[in-house]
Nanobody, 126 residues
Framework: EVQLVESGGGLVQAGGSLRLSCAAS????????IGWFRQFPGKMREGISC????????YYADSIEGRFTISSDSAKNTVYLEIKNLAPEDTAVYYC???????????????????WGKGIQVTVSS
């Protein structure tokens, strides 16, 4: 059974940094595209970044500034999203998702991924 579990969220002050983790199980980690998304209150979910560790390929949404960095640890079957210089506008629920077929690139965000975590709240106080 594919499982994705996010952790590392919580309440952070503006200007701080955060590293979210997505622990994956139930599939061959390197073969799947794994992405990070976020959903603002009352808004649709938006893509942030995705990667496939076997290829070493990464992709970031055009709207995402350089404050976000995706990385992985294959030994731990975990994908990370580091966010620097957090702002109140980053307050959202952050999700990781995985799919075996999607190419790393724009399709990460426009083709529905098969598997999703439950999400984790990130709240940035001013």
């Amino acid at each position: 059974e594919v499982q994705l579990v996010e952790s590392g969220g919580g309440l952070v002050q503006a200007g701080g940094s955060l590293r979210l983790s997505c622990a994956a199980s139930g599939f061959t980690f390197g073969d799947y595209a794994i992405g990070w998304f976020r959903q603002f209150p009352g808004k649709m979910r938006e893509g942030i970044s995705c990667m496939r560790s076997r290829e070493g390929s990464t992709y970031y949404a055009d709207s995402i500034e350089g404050r976000f960095t995706i990385s992985s640890d294959s030994a731990k079957n975990t994908v990370y999203l580091e966010i620097k210089n957090l702002a109140p506008e980053d307050t959202a629920v952050y999700y990781c998702a995985a799919d075996p077929m999607i190419d790393v690139g724009a399709p990460c965000f426009y083709v529905g991924m098969d598997y999703w975590g439950k999400g984790i709240q990130v709240t940035v106080s001013s």
